[in-house]
């Protein structure tokens, strides 16, 4: 029983991708999805100013100490769909 819970626990979220995001991933290649993940899940909701609709993660990403703000939509329990993601410094 144990077991089954641990292994909830390790499933890998979701992503949906917007357009802009697609056309800014290929100048922002370093950002991975393991680091958009870790970001959403270490950070606090955070309300969008400009849409009523999304959310703001900001987290400091290890072992680099940048920090990485993620714009993001929670489409269902594990789908979220990336709008933005980029670097704070």
């Not at 089954?4 to 991975?32: A, C, G, P, V």
């Not at 999805?33 to 999304?54: C, F, P």
Request: aromatic share 12%; hydrophobic share 40%; net charge positive.
């Amino acid at each position: 029983m144990v077991m089954k819970q641990s292994l909830k626990l390790l499933t890998k979220m979701q992503f949906e991708y917007s357009e802009h995001w697609i056309k800014k991933k290929k100048y922002r290649n370093d950002i991975t999805e393991y680091m958009l993940e870790y970001v959403i899940t270490n950070s606090a909701i955070l309300r969008d100013k400009h849409w009523d609709d999304a959310l703001n993660a900001i987290c400091r990403v290890h072992p680099s100490g940048r920090i990485l703000k993620v714009v993001y939509k929670i489409k269902s329990k594990d789908l979220y769909k990336i709008i933005t993601a980029y670097w704070l410094d």
